[in-house]
Nanobody, 115 residues
Framework: QVQLVESGGGLVQPGGSLRLTCAAS????????MAWSRQAPGNQRELVAT???????NYADSVKGRFTISRDNAKNTVYLQMNSLKPEDTAVYYC?????????WGQGTQVTVSS
């Protein structure tokens, strides 16, 4: 069974950093685009960052300069390095990947930025 499993969320103070990890497992023949999105209570889901199979990345304006998306194709893993975190970054973060030409989402990991 193909699935995405996220880890790395938690509670952090404003200005702090966290690194999210999302690993794809199962019978995987191809991985194309990968991404991270987030959803705060009462808000719509927001696309945070995307990365192509070739490593080209794009970011939402709200995180540009603070977050970095990267991937390790050998490990079928995508990362989100989050620096200079703000309370408004508090949300459930979901990873996405196109695996074997199908769209998959992870179960989500909570990130809370609070003093």
């Amino acid at each position: 069974q193909v699935q995405l499993v996220e880890s790395g969320g938690g509670l952090v103070q404003p200005g702090g950093s966290l690194r999210l990890t999302c690993a794809a497992s199962g019978s995987i023949f191809s991985i194309n685009n990968m991404a991270w999105s987030r959803q705060a209570p009462g808000n719509q889901r927001e696309l945070v960052a995307t990365i192509t199979s070739g490593g080209s990345a794009n970011y939402a304006d709200s995180v540009k300069g603070r977050f970095t998306i990267s991937r390790d194709n050998a490990k079928n893993t995508v990362y989100l390095q989050m620096n200079s975190l703000k309370p408004e970054d508090t949300a459930v973060y979901y990873c996405y990947a196109q695996l074997n030409r199908y769209d998959y989402w992870g179960q989500g990991t909570q990130v809370t930025v609070s003093s």
